[in-house]
């Protein structure tokens, strides 16, 4: 019954379908689009990176830069049409040269982590291993060992990095919650709370039912919430059929010392925007 009054009720449902269309409004028509931070095409990125999968990622790397050094030449010459689909592949190619030459360098990052961590070692601020220095640096080599001998692959990186471009969707959650702490009290304003504080079962039961009822609250938003927005990238940059490839392929998670897929990454981020709102909404 008190499921069907918060869960099922029309303020509730309302309220999130209002901001689900919200959510996919502002990612779709509000993102920047400037000189500085230009939007990439989606169509036009996928077809570059389905090409350039063929190369080397040296060779890739290479056609990024030329092509944009190309490209600069003929801006320099009043030769370049800024509203042609040739801008639209020199945006998609500077994109893509961050990516290779990420890709290109991880593994001589991971060395220079080994490396730095036994260099700290050495110095005497750090070579005391009793010190939260020394025992930081150690666990810094440690974690980061494993990822050594990870395979890390080129693809669709913004279909997850263009997920980060704005905050509205932590903001949805949060007011999602708000609704039905709002929903929970609403039998004060109606002045049933002492009859239901009178009532068996209406403090201790009630009140581990609405905890429920909170964390599945929390739930059902972030999975609507995160997961049209996830739904929306990966639609976007063709990113829906690499969830399995390795998270640190991206540049964003290069500092992830974990080995992860980016659908457990995704499963991941979801669990603590679930659990974050849920104590959000109990205190």
Not at 86 to 103: F, P, T, V, W
Not at 171 to 198: N, Q
Request: proline letters at 3%; hydrophobic letters at 45%; charged letters at 20%.
């Amino acid at each position: 019954m008190e499921a069907k009054r918060i869960l099922g009720s029309r303020l509730f449902v309302a309220v999130l379908a209002g901001l689900l269309v919200l959510s996919c409004f502002f990612y779709l028509y509000q993102r920047p689009d400037t000189w500085e931070d230009p939007l990439v095409d989606g169509e036009v990125y996928h077809q570059q990176l389905e090409k350039l999968k063929e190369m080397s990622w040296e060779d890739a790397h290479a056609w990024c830069v030329r092509y944009q050094e190309d490209a600069e030449a003929a801006r320099f010459e009043g030769a370049w049409d800024f509203d042609s689909e040739a801008e639209q592949i020199r945006i998609a190619a500077a994109q893509l040269q961050s990516q290779y030459e990420h890709l290109m360098g991880y593994e001589a990052y991971l060395d220079k982590i080994q490396t730095h961590a036994k260099l700290l070692q050495s110095v005497s601020l750090f070579s005391d291993p009793n010190s939260p220095g020394y025992k930081n640096t150690v666990k810094t080599a440690k974690d980061f060992e494993k990822m050594q001998g990870v395979e890390i692959t080129a693809g669709h990186d913004l279909a997850v990095t263009e997920f980060f471009t704005d905050k509205w969707t932590d903001y949805s959650i949060i007011i999602v919650i708000c609704v039905v702490c709002g929903l929970f009290l609403s039998e004060r304003k109606e002045g049933l709370w002492p009859m239901i504080y009178a009532a068996r079962g209406g403090r201790w039961r009630m009140a581990l039912r609405r905890t429920g009822l909170l964390f599945a609250a929390s739930w059902i938003a972030a999975l609507a919430l995160i997961g049209s927005r996830i739904l929306l990238c990966g639609m976007e940059y063709h990113g829906l059929g690499e969830w399995g490839r390795t998270l640190q392929s991206i540049p964003m998670f290069s500092n992830v010392p974990m080995p992860m897929t980016i659908g457990q990454f995704w499963l991941f981020y979801i669990s603590v925007k679930a659990i974050g709102a849920f104590w959000i909404g109990l205190v």
